[in-house]
């Protein structure tokens, strides 16, 4: 499941068209540089070159193929990783040395269907995703901060996450990873055994919890099923150690039974390492649904508090993502984090004069025109 | 409901005031566990006369009214009863639950204790493409 | 649900008509509510009416209700395994210590003491009186004794007499303690009235990281009448004192009591300003004692049962208040009850478990040598009734402190699940058994819950605190931090 509500500096990871030369195949290719360590093979090193058009050189076979990049491309960097699709005239960025937070998209299938999905879910035969990543992972820089695993829906793949959960401990011993999963396919214990027994030091999965009774959590992922699935797998995940953030997204068919929730985390999760609360982001279905599911924060502000204190009364960390300064009660700013990606962060007029502009997560570009009309500056 | 057939005041018998309780709506041991209850204000003797329930009760105090406890007592028959029912529907998964808890062995979802992560006999896995769509997501098999 | 997009269904199609009921129990809260509690003791209020038409399964099927008793597993929908997987991992969590048995060592250095507290029930030997220590024998098999149980957590809890009077034992069994339970996690208590304090023996309690439990029964007026001291200001002795611990040993390594007597009772407001005048962060309103009871009559001891009710609801409500006031104050008794309600942490209160806290929980030994199940066992035996004697140090391994005496069988007939009253009482999972205070007060082990003092205490301050989450926001969210 995808939930670009990571951190990220730096433009994000693109795909384009480009035009190519001499490239007949799909291959993947690390933009070389003199100075780093040759992690990639011989015949995976392109050359990048910036002048009056962006190329890329890279070893196709016996020959060398060029391919000319798309201008958006132009912050490419040693150590980035790319994909090159001649056949679909198209080139994919899977991986940027400087970016703190690469996410790996392991497939855009995925077995719910959430009311507000962000990135609607494709039923594509996309396997070869997998396979690209675990054969870039021993090309990245040991020094990459984290890795996100994302989808769709990153267990549909479960025949290999717990291999490339083991690939990144063996090349990247210091990254940690963080997973995003609705959490139904570890109703299996097995397979919350497998990835434990992978013993990777810096693991944590993300799952989405939404209600406390089947009823509520089913109809918004619309799986039958689903609530019982991820109840049951969050406690495998917990009996076998595995550490576990749950996170909550708010809108009008989570909001009623936002505390009850809480409360009932507090007494049978306790084990997750963090509670986030999230804000919608009004993209993909989230604005097909928009009607059933908007609310403005600054109509849920004591349902916030409320919910904060009966889960860290309950020994839980709290945190909020995607909520605005402006949009959360002062005395609980301080959880508030910086969720937005840069590159799709932006700010709104009112913005401007606002002193705590530094510190607030802002507001997805997709909500330009679907805002709280509470928003002032601090 | 029996209170709509007690007179205002309760019949006497001997300084005992008699309590009757149809068998059809009560059981015995509702009637029993609801007169223990009084034990400490009360006097009790529970009888079976003519096929009826009857609770003898013996105020222990002249402060204790025979109404009011007589009234006490039939709402905490009803209770009781309602437990009874309770019980009984709740018997046979109150002990699954607590042999699961105790015990080492997987009581509940055993089969799929070595299901291999490969596999996904419940069909948890596949895409839900659209609600109405045949191929999505169905519900977890029933479990015997 | 017409405003969603077309390819999704609405909120009717997820719902689940057919429910199933889990176990449950319940009983009348008040005038117009009942509680419930599920199999784990996480709880609901309700009306009778209500109660019925779930139980009778009148109730529709989109009722908010439902949904409630959903997510606190009282019912489960379809075939969900999630309430019963969830109910089983937290009755599992609540059992989970009972294997490890005893954890909590009484240890009696002397029965000599200095004061002459009027509620005492140990034997006041005089200070200088022979024959009332124990000896570093005893002491070396009583250590030797505890440490045979497999408890991976061991509370060493020093009490008398006053066990200053006897410091070289104290010395010994800590010392000895340390030495041979390798591996194991162990804390160090003394219960004492701080009179005999002095630098030698903070300088022990600091390198051992001893902790204090002395008893602050309230203002000097009333504490001086509770615990004189031939010739001397007990109250003063005890500020004094616990100033010197504090300055030592820090803020948090002195913790005060309260024994509650006639006098007490008409003063709540006060004691417990007393406390907080003090910088206590937790004030233990305690019970009064039933051991003046056994020359008492039912009606007299129901009497001081009601003022002592009365006592701890004025109690906790000025507790409340100096909580709203910004000062962390916590009542020790009420935290624990909801720790119970509100979490699935194992309990460990020796008062309330099932089955009993008795040798499985806790055991006692005294400056003899003789093993007891419990504090109060011992008390017992002063007064000549050894019912709760286990064996001594001298001749009893641990095995046989359970399988020789009759543990297993008061522990077996006395549990709550069990009892009448008790197994369909809706604060079940709370409560626990107290064979020791009903063979005292009732005469009777299993005891009369209709007429026993200890139920109607336990259930009353259970449901004013029930009630006070439910319909008390502001005393709820202090409350809810009491829990943990």
């Known amino acids: 499941m995808r939930s670009p509500d ?113 990135q609607p879910p494709r039923d594509a035969l996309d396997e070869h995703l997998i396979e690209d990543i675990l054969a870039i992972i021993p090309w990245m820089d040991e020094a990459t901060p984290a890795l996100g695993i994302t989808g769709g829906e990153p267990t549909l793949r479960h025949g290999k996450l717990a291999e490339v959960l083991a690939t990144a401990k063996a090349h990247l011993p210091r990254t940690s990873i963080h997973l995003l999963s609705n959490g139904r396919m570890f109703v299996y214990p097995q397979f919350a055994a497998q990835l434990a027994a992978v013993g990777h030091p810096d693991f944590m999965i993300g799952v989405p919890l939404y209600g406390d009774t089947s009823a509520t959590h089913d109809f918004i992922v619309q799986a039958k099923g689903a609530f019982d699935q991820t109840i049951r797998g969050l406690m495998n995940l917990g009996a076998a150690d595995v550490p576990v953030e749950i996170r909550i997204v708010i809108h009008r068919q989570s909001l009623p039974r936002l505390t009850s929730l809480c409360r009932f985390i507090a007494r049978n999760l306790s084990f997750a390492g963090q509670i986030v609360l999230m804000g919608l982001e009004p993209t993909g279905y989230a604005r097909s649904n928009w009607s059933e599911l908007w609310i403005d924060p600054a109509s849920y502000q004591d349902e916030l508090g409320r919910a904060v204190e009966i889960l860290e009364a309950g020994g839980l960390t709290a945190r909020l993502y995607n909520h605005p300064l402006c949009l959360v009660p002062d005395h609980l700013r301080h959880i508030a984090a910086r969720s937005i990606s840069d590159w799709k962060k932006i700010f709104l007029a009112p913005c401007a004069s606002c002193s705590r502009r530094r510190e607030c997560c802002g507001f997805f570009a997709s909500a330009a025109m679907r805002h709280s009309l509470a928003v002032q500056p601090l | 409901m029996a209170s709509e057939s007690q007179s205002p005041t309760p019949p006497e018998e001997d300084g005992w005031i008699v309590v009757p309780f149809a068998k059809e709506v009560y059981s015995i041991n509702a009637v029993l566990k ?60 109150r002990d699954l639950i607590l042999g699961h808890a105790l015990s080492e062995t997987n009581l509940l979802d055993a089969e799929l204790t070595d299901v291999d992560s490969g596999a996904d006999p419940l069909g948890i896995g596949r895409p839900a493409l659209s609600f109405r769509d045949p191929n999505s997501s169905q519900h977890s098999a029933p479990t015997p | ?105 009484l240890f009696v250095g002397t029965l000599r003491c200095d004061h002459s507290c009027q509620y005492c029930q140990v034997s006041r030997a005089h200070d200088a009186a022979a024959g009332y220590d124990m000896t570093p024998e005893t002491a070396d098999r009583a250590v030797d004794l505890m440490l045979e149980g497999p408890s991976p957590q061991l509370k060493v809890e020093f009490q008398g007499g006053e066990p200053l009077l006897n410091f070289p034992i104290v010395e010994r069994i800590v010392r000895r303690t340390k030495a041979q339970a390798e591996g194991r996690f162990v804390q160090f208590v003394v219960a004492t009235n701080l009179a005999l304090l002095d630098d030698g023996k903070l300088k022990f309690f600091s390198q051992h990281g001893i902790k204090v439990s002395t008893s602050l029964d309230g203002p000097r007026e009333l504490h001086n009448r509770n615990r004189p001291r031939p010739g001397r200001d007990a109250y003063e002795a005890t500020l004094r004192g616990i100033q010197r611990c504090r300055e030592q040993l820090g803020h948090e390594s002195v913790s005060a009591l309260l024994t509650c007597t006639a006098d007490s009772l008409r003063q709540p407001e006060a004691i417990v300003d007393e406390y907080v005048a003090q910088g206590f962060r937790s004030i233990f309103l305690r019970h009064i004692s039933p051991y003046g009871f056994a020359a008492r009559s039912q009606q007299r001891i129901g009497y001081e049962t009601e003022q002592f009710l009365e006592f701890y609801r004025r109690g906790l409500a000025r507790i409340l208040w100096h909580n709203q006031q910004g000062y962390p104050l916590r009542e020790t008794y009420a935290s624990i009850l909801l720790n119970r309600i509100l979490t699935t942490a194992p309990p460990g209160y020796v008062d309330l478990l099932s089955p009993t806290g008795l040798g499985l929980n806790c055991l006692a030994y005294d400056y003899d040598g003789d093993v007891y199940a419990s504090d109060e066992g011992r008390m017992l035996a002063q007064m000549g009734d050894d019912s709760f004697r286990l064996g001594n140090v001298h001749q009893t391994r641990w095995r046989d402190l359970f399988l020789e005496s009759e543990l297993l069988t008061i522990a077996d007939e006395t549990m709550t699940e069990g009892m009448p009253g008790c197994a369909d009482c809706a ?58």
């Not at chain 1, 795909?15 to 291959?27: L, N, P, Q, V």
């Not at chain 3, 449901?463 to 005393?475: F, K, P, V």
Request: hydrophobic share 35%.
């Open chain 2, 34 to 93: 609801a007169a223990y209850r009084f034990t400490h204000r009360a006097y009790v003797k529970v009888e079976l006369n003519n096929g009826q329930i009857e609770a003898h009760l013996r105020p222990k105090t002249t402060e204790e009214s025979g109404v009011t406890l007589t009234r006490e007592l039939f709402n905490e028959a009803l209770d009781q009863q309602l437990r009874e029912t309770l019980a009984r529907e709740t018997q046979s998964v």
């Open chain 1, 6 to 118: 990571s951190a990220t500096m730096g433009p994000m990871i693109l795909a384009g068209r480009a035009k190519f030369a001499g490239a007949d195949r799909t291959s993947l290719a690390m933009i070389d540089d003199e100075a780093l360590s040759r992690r990639a093979p011989q015949g995976q090193r392109g050359q990048l070159r910036r002048d009056q058009e962006l190329t890329l050189t890279v070893p196709h076979g016996e020959r060398t193929a060029t391919v000319v990049l798309p201008e958006e491309f132009r912050y490419l960097g040693p150590g980035d990783i790319v994909r090159i699709s001649p056949a679909e005239q198209f080139v994919r960025v899977l991986y940027r040395r400087t970016s703190p937070h690469n996410v790996l998209f392991f497939t855009e299938n995925c077995n719910s269907r959430c009311l507000m999905c962000s």
């Open chain 3, 1 to 105: 649900m017409t405003g969603l997009a077309p390819s999704f269904g609405g909120a009717s199609e997820f719902l689940d008509p057919q429910y199933e009921l889990l176990p449950f129990r319940f009983m009348r809260l008040d005038e117009g509510r009942y509680v419930a509690t599920n199999l784990a003791g996480d709880y609901l209020c309700l009306s009778r009416e209500q109660l019925a038409a779930f139980i009778e399964k009148r109730l529709p099927a989109n009722d908010r209700l439902l949904n409630d008793l959903e997510a606190r597993q009282f019912l489960r929908r379809g075939y969900d395994l999630a309430p019963l997987e969830l109910l089983a991992a937290q009755y599992r969590t609540q059992q989970s210590q009972r294997r490890w048995f005893t954890s909590l060592h």
């Open chain 3, 427 to 484: 604060f079940q999972p709370y409560c626990g058994s107290d064979p020791v205070f009903h063979h005292v007060t009732q005469g009777d082990r299993v005891g009369h819950r209709p007429s026993s003092a200890f139920c109607r205490r336990n259930m009353e301050i259970m449901r004013h605190l029930i009630r006070s989450l439910e319909d008390d926001a502001c005393a709820a969210r202090i409350l809810r931090q009491w829990a943990l």
